[in-house]
């Protein structure tokens, strides 16, 4: 079994990033060390934030690691938060309360938006680098919806509630497996395996 280093300070990125990875034979190992500093996300974009995380946790760890920048971008919004995501709203001391405002925030800027252009999409990239700052795999991808009224759904973390699918759930309202199957992070694991096994 190969074992690959998850290079996030978010336990749901682990959890959804090992159960696709878990059953190919790739044991996913959490970061696990509070002493190295979380690196500055200043990147414009999704990428640069991915790159800047995986150089930062592979030099400091001196492994190989993956990591994952994530965000959701509304149309409306001209695709705010996006690389902002983790801290729209920019309170709360706990990731549960952060998520809480940020939705709350959403919905206000939203609230006179009509449903036709609410649409959005969670975007996720992948990263991963060795220890000598070399990218040696990456990959992006999205998962579209529109922007609920109110949150709906317990499972999953951060935007989960807001997300209205096609067939009227919300993300938080899919089992993990259904939201792997289907989200931005199940579908950038999908396109960064065939690197990998390179
Ligand atoms: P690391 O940087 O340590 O990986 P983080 O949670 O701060 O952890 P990001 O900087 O990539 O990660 O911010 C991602 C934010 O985007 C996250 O906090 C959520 O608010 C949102 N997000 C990303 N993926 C999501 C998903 O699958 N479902 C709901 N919200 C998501």
Not at 125 to 136: E, Q
Not at 172 to 187: I, Y
């Amino acid at each position: 079994m190969q074992e690959l280093t998850i290079a996030t300070s978010n336990p749901h990125k682990v959890d959804e990033i090992s159960a696709v990875l878990g059953p190919l034979g790739i044991r996913c190992i959490p970061l696990g060390r509070a002493d190295i500093p979380e690196p500055e996300e200043d990147g414009a974009t999704f990428e640069e934030n991915a790159r800047i995380k995986a150089r930062a946790y592979a030099s400091a760890l001196g492994r190989v690691v993956l990591a994952d920048d994530s965000g959701l971008e509304v149309d409306a919004l001209g695709g705010a938060p996006g690389v902002h995501s983790a801290r729209y709203a920019g309170i709360g001391a706990t990731r549960e309360e952060r998520d809480r405002a940020n939705n709350m925030k959403l919905l206000a800027a939203l609230s006179n938006v009509p449903d036709a252009q609410r649409t959005a999409r969670f975007v996720c990239v992948l990263s991963i680098a060795r220890p000598d700052g070399r990218i040696v795999a990456e990959s992006r991808g999205t998962f579209d919806g529109i922007i609920g009224r109110a949150p709906r759904g317990s499972n999953g973390f951060g935007y989960d509630p807001l997300l209205v699918l096609e067939d009227g759930r919300t993300s938080a309202e899919l089992s993990p497996d259904e939201k792997n199957a289907r989200s931005h992070r199940g579908n950038a694991l999908r396109l960064i395996l065939p690197q990998l096994r390179g």
